[in-house]
């Protein structure tokens, strides 16, 4: 039987940790809200996944090896199209001619 969330290691829901691994079913789900000044970038390392982001109208296939980098605030959603497993790392972005 599977598992309703998606298999998650090291981020969570911690906000001090950058990266994680995470792991989906086929169809599974993982999302993210994004908060402002922050940068999310999900690389695929095995699988196929489609992602998309909130206000934005383009689907975003990712293979492996594939990366989707977003800076903008707001929602990201993944869902698995095979079992698939991902690398998402969250950093705060410099501000321009200031400190980080």
Known sequence: MSSPHP??????????????????????????????????????????????????????FLRVEDTDTSGAAGLVLVQAITPSQLLVARERRARPGGDQ
């Open 7 to 60: 298999y998650t290691e090291a981020m969570g829901t911690r906000k001090d940790l950058p990266q994680a691994v995470v792991w989906l079913e086929s169809e599974q789900v993982w999302t993210h809200r994004l908060p402002r000044g922050s940068e999310l970038r999900v690389t695929c390392l095995y699988g196929l996944v489609w992602l998309t982001h909130e206000g934005d109208h383009r689907d975003h």
